[in-house]
């Protein structure tokens, strides 16, 4: 059967993981399209992959850990069965101990290793003569959610400047793994977009079409994202984002002041209704976002992206990060643009989802 592929979503870049599985069907649950599920019955069908990569970001290790190779649905390893028990337990303590929150999952004991650690570490070091004093609280009243994007809005070259943009073709490479590879990103306004990563063997799509989003591959059909995944991308498709946080989110409030390398930065934190939250960094110099952290939630706990934007440069008014780092517990890359032009014609035949074959 195809491999299932699995979209490191919201930058352009998918990778593969090789599952003797159709491919998750929208609106299914795991047991009506996988094989020999058990502790993941009635969660949608495109929840599993995620949960099998939350425990395998959570153990540090890969799929073959716990399933046969081409052979997924089979019980013959034992760490499979362990993870079942596991599962089991994880839901059993959030449901007594937490109200039914999820407060545990496998990363709490697990911490990236196959084994929980039961003994605390010795201290390898001296307790420092003069340990650092906490920073001092700012002077002045703390300054507002509003205060912040104002200064964002404004160091990106103003409302005016941002709106008089209405596309925007992005040219570079994408690296990962010391890999170089080409790519080009397509935005429109308002809230199409769609990246394009030119590999040896074929071309890899990842697209939101104004409404959802969906990924292809050379010789693949085009399959639409999970809820979890177009929701994420529908932020990197908004081309007027800084001007729509304060719809977008129910609720932003801001957070502790964090260092990020040298810079001091502001934090935001977005609230919507049923989502994860997503955070928001601001330097607090520049004014300008330098990274977003959000979440896509599945059934054992939550997968975390980071996003790092660097080398703004001024274009036609506005300030465009040129090179951006996704981080995920599961790997990363980083986009770096050499090429931008903006207010061009883009067709829109480039943000929609090819229809299958021997379809019309």
Known sequence: MDAVVIATVG???????SFAQPAP?????????????????????????????FI?????????????????????????????????????????SFGGHQEVTCYSCHRG????????????????????????????????????????????????????????????VIVAGGQETPI???????????????APNGDSITAF???????????????????????????????????????????????RPEKIEDAECFTLIGIRPDEPPVRFYFDEKSGLMVRQIRYTQNPLGRMPTQIDYADYKNVDGVQVPLKWTLARPNGRFTIQVNDIKQNVPVDDAKFIKPAAAGTK
């Open 184 to 198: 080009d990103v397509y935005a429109k306004a308002p809230n199409k977009r769609a990246s394009i990563m030119h």
């Open 25 to 53: 069907a929208s609106g299914k649950t795991a047991e009506q399209v996988f094989k020999n599920i058990q502790s993941l019955k009635g969660v949608p069908a495109d929840q599993v992959l995620p949960a099998m990569q």
């Open 113 to 172: 290793a196959e084994h929980p650690a039961g003994t605390p570490a010795v201290l390898m070091a001296d307790m420092p003569e003069h340990p650092e004093k906490p920073p001092a609280s700012p002077a002045g009243p703390p300054i507002t959610a509003d205060q912040i994007l104002d200064k964002y809005v404004a160091a990106l070259g103003g409302e005016a400047a941002i709106k008089g943009v209405t596309s925007r073709v992005e040219s570079g």
């Open 209 to 255: 079409d104004g409404s959802a989003g969906w990924l292809g591959n050379t010789g693949r059909p085009a399959r639409d994202m999970s809820p979890a995944e177009s929701d994420a991308f529908r932020l990197d498709a908004d081309l007027y984002l800084p001007l729509d946080l304060k719809t977008t989110f129910k609720q932003l409030r801001t957070g």
């Open 56 to 96: 395998s970001a959570s153990l540090g290790v890969e799929c073959s850990f716990c399933h046969v190779q081409g052979k997924m649905d089979l019980d013959e390893k034992k760490p499979k069965q362990t993870a079942r028990q596991m599962i089991a337990m994880q839901n059993a303590i959030n449901k007594d």
């Open 11 to 17: 930058m352009g870049l998918t990778a593969g993981l």
